[in-house]
């Protein structure tokens, strides 16, 4: 048998770790919390960048994109020999409006074509379940999961369409997904809404005939040569497709689902550094303030061992092992608590985001250097503490620490003293006695306050967007969208179908601006100046009128080009007759969704050279009469897309609030632990420091509950003086992570808010936390062994 | 003994405390010579600079001014390195307040000291020596002040070390277990040869030493040489 000796230093460090079991926990626990959040980010992030990567290059996502009003198949083989052009894939895409089993509203179906043979060169689609559609069959689709998903629809459901003004079923044979639609969003809403849109595949040759488009296509998706310049093939596109009606060749920054998914992934990334570095900094700073300090309390056995020869290196390699055993145990906590978050985010990721497979997965790179940060930061603590122990004579370090030199307060030789009983002197004393050292404590207890309020910045955010957007800019109950753009009276019609109450129309129109050497793809929106359907609402509630001349931009959208106010952007009208004309900037709105741009009605007519013209409406209906109005649109060929506000909402709280939810209870969770653990270990480290002192008042005949006075006391003092800072800190924090989120992510603004309740939540957890603590300590302070306490220090 | 040459020589000796504006004279120019295997008490009124010398001897602490020699090493100008590996090799501690590692055994603080030296003595064996057989698995808290310097003493003797250096190692014990102690160190000394120094307040203890030198204000105001050594049990008090 190998008989293992462990040496007597050894033996102490596992009687050091298991004397401070609980604050080590503690600290453990913090490092585990920070290090499972990055790792789920990071995992995430990684997960998305892989699969995301994989199912491009497999699926043949294409580079470049083009919509056309209708042009000849023969333009294929011209448009692949353009120089840099490696594939091209043509076919048409058209929106349909549905009917839906069970789905009051109508939906609209986003009509996709696949290759008649074989599959498709490009954006080839992954089918789930079910089969493909037969070469010739007029009635089967493929329909995208989440749309199937949100409706129940299987292989062998059907529903119907309206295909070229005429009802007709459709008969699902399969569910599938594609690259091009990872995430399902129709391009005029901005917001998700799987209930009522979803994306259809249908053989080609059905498509040419039902809607009169036989050897034509109306968009083209190409792949481009390895060294291809974008740009060029891109203006070579657009003259080459110009005459056909191209709405403007694009890349895949301005492909929708592409840049929703940067976006996120974007937003992972901020989070999983931001956020969790946070987390790890606050882990790192604990551990440093209780390193620091239990090598403070133990300086005369660091003496001892110096004295009877054990070198500095030694001693420190003792206490780093301490260190390392924390960490250790915190990153093994962290690993399964990043399996379990990291599945859970996945799990939701899978509803917004389809790819073929998505996984969540520990990432190497992530845990190294998460742990390498947490040992960077104990490690800078331990070694100040240590290099302090290492500079002391050891003949001093095993003195009793002189007893300290205290003198009255301020608040005493301001002459208050009288209003003062010992005990508060004490505390106060004690607090100005060692300053820094109070203050290090209350900046601790000070972060945690300002993780919870940080970590429950999410609810406030969400709260403010829905508000935002579902109160203050849309405060239509309908928006219609028409089929094609129609004449101002157009009013009068929708006016009179059942239930509507009041209308107004809008014009959207595609463009593309330019301003200097940049270039940005969106659509004008023109609303009526004198309307109260829709407003026009920056982050901060407040309300921008429109201009009487000139564009209205959203400030990331203006930052983008680069324009300020008063310049002139280019604009490229890409419908109708294509005019392009320039056009004042006449102000910059700070609204959520961040590439919008907006003009009058009257003067976005002008700009296209239409008489008075729209392109839909938004109406506020009576909701006694909507079934009956729903039913009305689903039989109106003009109308082809209609949004519900209200079932907007509820899809927008039940999809997208469930994943921020899910966030925000991880953040708030892992704040708690962070604040227990800060605030417990600086009672118990005060405990630790002054058990002594307190125990020989309890020998002078000091009774337990003055004891706890001065020592809980001196805690929430100091909890009292944190939390005001923390909530600083908190609010600097969440602006730190807006910005960066905002700096990066187009499609979404996040606000700046926090709420009363958010403070009040920090607020009662901390002191909860504290109150707990101050529990655990009295029942410390009652078991306060007097006589082990006096014979030896601690 | 004198005639052999010197283990310790210090020159001119003086420390200095500075706290803030006062400044506490601890040594004054001290000149002293110890010889191999003498045993030495210091004697002289508390504050009067016993605790300072005996640091500094072994290296624990360096003075302000003056220089210390052990043999040819010159302890007044040697690294903080150069002290550790000293007081490793050479130098046994007994301290005035004991200083065990409270979360540490008896035996365990014994190993502790053991482990590191080169040719120690079994610490169990040591611990029996002081009469703690009995003892060995408590901890500090559950030892009474006498047994923790017991331990203390066994655990300066264990390494066999060069120089003993006791700082009252008799203070907190009551007659029997005092005796105990002091027949150690005399063992230790007699056997090994180790060139030992104890404090004491006990001016009965001065009887089994060489030499007795007297501290005062931090200088050496006397030195006495014992014609006969007395054994510890002939000692009482
Ligand atoms: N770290 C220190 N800082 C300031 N003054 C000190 C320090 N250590 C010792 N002194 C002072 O130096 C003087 C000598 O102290 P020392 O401990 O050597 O006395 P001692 O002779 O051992 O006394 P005792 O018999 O009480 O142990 C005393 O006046 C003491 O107050
Ligand atoms: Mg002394």
Redesign the interface.
Known sequence: MVTWKMSALDRKLLRDLWHLRGQLLAVAAIVGCGIGVFLTMRGMYESLVHERADYYTQYRFADVFDNVKRAPESLAKRIATLPGVAAVQTGISLEVTLDVPGLREPATGQLVTIPQTGPALLNQIYIRRGRTVAPNATDEVLISEAFAQANNLEPGSHFEAVINGHWQRLNVVGIAISPEFIYVLRPTSGLPDDRRYGILWMGRNAVEHAFDMAGAFNNVAIALTKNASEADVISSLDRLLDRYGSLGAYGRIDHLSDKIISDEINQDRVYGFLVSGIFLAVAAFIINIVLTRLIATQRDQIGVLKAFGYSNGVVAWHYLKLVLVTLLIGTAMGIPVAYWMGNLLADIYRDFFHFPRLEWSLSPTGLISATAVCLVAALGGAYGALMRAARLPPAEAMLPEPPGRFRPTLIERLGFQRLLSVTTRMILRNLERRPIKALLSVLGIALAVAILVAGRYGVDALDRIIDIQFRAVQREDVMLEFANPRSANVRHAVRHLPGILTAEPFRAAPVRLRFQHRMRRTAILGLSPDGDLRAIVGLDYDRVSLPTEGLLLSAKLAETLGVVPGDRLTVEVLEGRRETSEVLVAGIVNDLVGISAYMTLPNLNRLLHEDATSSGAFVSIDPNLSTELYTTLKRLPTVRGVSVKAAMLANFKEVIARSMQVQTVMNIFFACVIAFGVVYNSVRIALSERGHELASLRVLGFTQREIAVILLGEQALMTAAAIPLGFAIGYGICAGVVAAINATQETFRMPLVLTAQTFAFAFVVVSIAAALSGMMIWGRLRRLDLVAVLKTRE | MPGNAAVFVTRHLSKVYRMGEVEVHALRGVDLELYPGEFVVLLGASGSGK??LL?IL?G???PTSGEVFYLDHNLSAAS??DL??????H?G?V?Q?Y??????TAL??V???T??ADHPLDPIEALAMVGLKERINHF??QLS?GE?QRVAVA?AVA?RPDVLLCDEPTGALDYASGKIVLEVLDRVNRELGTTTVVITHNAAIAAMADRIIHISSGEIVEVKCNERKASPSELAW
């Open positions: 605790s300072t640091n072994g624990l602490d360096v903080a390195d550790t590996r000293f007081r490793r090799e130098v501690f301290f307040f200083n065990l590692i409270p979360s540490l365990e603080n190993s502790l000291v482990e590191i500090p808290a002040g923790q655990r390494k």
